[in-house]
């Protein structure tokens, strides 16, 4: 099943933080992170495996809590360069070892 | 080094025309995806190439799309007497093995529009 993102947009000011959630119903092995730019290819950001290990990119970190099967995407004293779609990206305990279900993304949007 | 590529960028065309979108993935990458994204929607998955085994085809709307794979390399998606709703942005990932372990890299995408 499709993991449940939240929120869906979010607008900030530079400077300010914010917290995009990834929810799923069923057991993760795994949660990837990406970012597309309007127009542009998705980026990869990080990958968590089950473990609970959190992760950070820069001032872009993120959790993955394996009980509640939720991973939460932090992004702290956000720039303009943040502005974006993040996705995502999620593979279940006993699936496919190959094939991520992608929400539908949280818009991003950065104001100076 | 190069990216994973894609052609065309842009495709626009009449309904029930047939398509081929092409992706050149990055080299030494033995997985290849293809995913469909429509406006307001995330990555849908629509097909999977891993090395010489057969591939997951699972996630293909209908019997009009299809989807090969060259040497290993080079990956062709046709759509067969397209449809209005078929309109989307294709993307063509490739990765190291399985993508559970490893990042994906994404092509540019082609914009696929049925007229």
């Known amino acids: 099943q499709q993991p449940v993102q939240s929120p869906q947009a979010v607008i900030l000011r530079e400077g300010e933080d914010a917290v995009i959630n990834c929810s799923s119903s069923?057991?993760?092995?795994?949660v990837h992170w990406y970012r597309q730019k309007h127009g542009e290819a998705p980026v990869f950001l990080m990958i968590?495996?089950?473990?609970?290990e959190q992760k950070g990119h820069e001032k872009i970190s993120a959790s993955f809590n394996e009980k509640k099967q939720q991973s939460s995407l932090y992004l702290t004293a956000s720039q303009l360069s943040y502005s974006g779609t993040y996705f995502c990206?999620?593979?279940?305990?006993?699936?496919?070892?190959?094939?991520?279900?992608f929400g539908k993304g949280t818009l991003l949007t950065v104001n100076p | 080094g190069a990216g994973v590529s894609q052609s065309p960028s842009n495709k626009v065309t009449e309904k029930g025309k047939d398509v081929e979108l092409r992706c050149d993935p990055i080299?030494?990458?033995?997985?290849l995806y293809w995913y469909r994204q429509s406006l307001g929607q995330g990555l849908e998955f629509l097909i999977y190439?891993?090395?010489?085994?057969?591939?997951?085809k699972s996630g293909l709307p209908s019997d009009r799309f299809s989807a090969e794979r060259t040497g290993g390399s080079v990956s062709t998606l046709t759509i067969q007497r397209t449809q209005q709703e078929d309109s989307a942005v294709y993307l063509c990932a490739s990765s190291f093995e399985r993508a559970l372990y490893n990042e994906q890299f994404f092509g540019p995408g082609t914009r696929l529009t049925v007229l």
């Open positions: 990206g999620t593979a279940g305990v006993g699936g496919s070892n190959y094939k991520l279900t």
């Open positions: 190439f891993q090395g010489n085994s057969a591939p997951d």
């Open positions: 069923k057991a993760l092995y795994s």
């Open positions: 080299s030494g990458h033995t997985a």
């Open positions: 968590l495996l089950k473990g609970g």
